[in-house]
């Protein structure tokens, strides 16, 4: 056994493809697109930009010790339920061990209060409630609070490669034995704010996203979660669970080249992918395919094509956001969950919005559904501020 795998156990996620992982995938591979205009908030833009809403309200979801909480912190719950499940663990066992929560977010709930802050600034008196539940909304705090867990509780807040960043963190957590179980993972919901942010940075499109295409205009805004839980060898081999996949390494960089844009070779994102696959010590041969960050706008999709062809040639990727949007700090947390799905199944799905090969691109993502080989599997997250996130899973834990 690689002494850097971590093993995951069970996994748990809903986006706008479906309510739980086998719904989700279920979508991804029958070529489904749930997007629409926004249902829960209204906007006077001149263009109505699609988003990829959850359908579910969450409102029957039922709770313990959260009574009050964000549709953020709702949606983190939500799949960690489902994850502890899949992993066949109950609130007892979990309290009896070192459990940690580690969790990826953006926005979160805190641009959704706009009439406090309205009335607020206007002088008034508003009701404080809004920021009572602002107050206990952290994800990580719901999660631990809800399942009475006393490990170490972390969100962390790094733009798209959010979630990301917390696999990588929990499953450091469980190499250096502070934990012997970890749920990490990412959400983020719908923002009004947000939406009508990336509307002004004029990288939204108004058709479905279409990443890597030749005609690809920009992003779409979705919501959800994901959850993964990561399980030390000593605790998995007590209770005889096997694993569904293994952590078997991750690389972060930083471009410190722009804002919003990635630097123009590339130049971080290679340093993060290279630093990934040398941790899990995988052979290039090995990989099976990259879950690629893909938003469909013009900088991200032209940057990570290039690093693909070059670092990983020949090696089928798809983007996933055709058929989540852009889930913001949830991204990467959702697509490890299908890079794990899709890694167990051996197959991918095809690259939804993908339609004309862009001539100026060196590689193009798969145009339909495809049998893959090799035992490994790669996942990105590019984020704003240049900042990259790579995880690299093994359907096995490798060798020594």
Known sequence: MNQRAVAITGMGCISAPGDNLPECIGSLFKGERNFGSPVRFASDNAITYPVFEVADDLASLETRNTPDIS????LFLKVAFEAIGDAGLDREFLRSKRVGVCMGTTVGCVM??????RAYLKGQDPDMADITRFLRSN???VVARELDLTGPC???ANACSSSTDAISVGALWIRSGICDIV????ADELSHVAWNGFAALMITDSSPCKPFDRDRKGLNLGEGAAMMVLESEGVRRTRGKGARAFILGSGASCDAYHLTAPHPDGRGLRRALKEAIASSGVETKEIAFVNAHGTGTQDNDRVESGVLNDMLPGVPF???KGYTGHTLGAAGAIEAAFTVACLEMGRIPKSAGFTNPDLRLPASPAESEMEIRGSAAVSESLAFGGHNGVLVFGASGGLL
């Open 154 to 156: 972390q969100t962390i």
């Open 71 to 74: 549709r953020t912190g709702r």
């Open 183 to 186: 749920l990490a993972g990412g």
């Open 112 to 117: 959704n209060d706009r009439d406090f802050y």
């Open 318 to 320: 798809l983007s996933t």
């Open 139 to 141: 994800p990580a705090e």
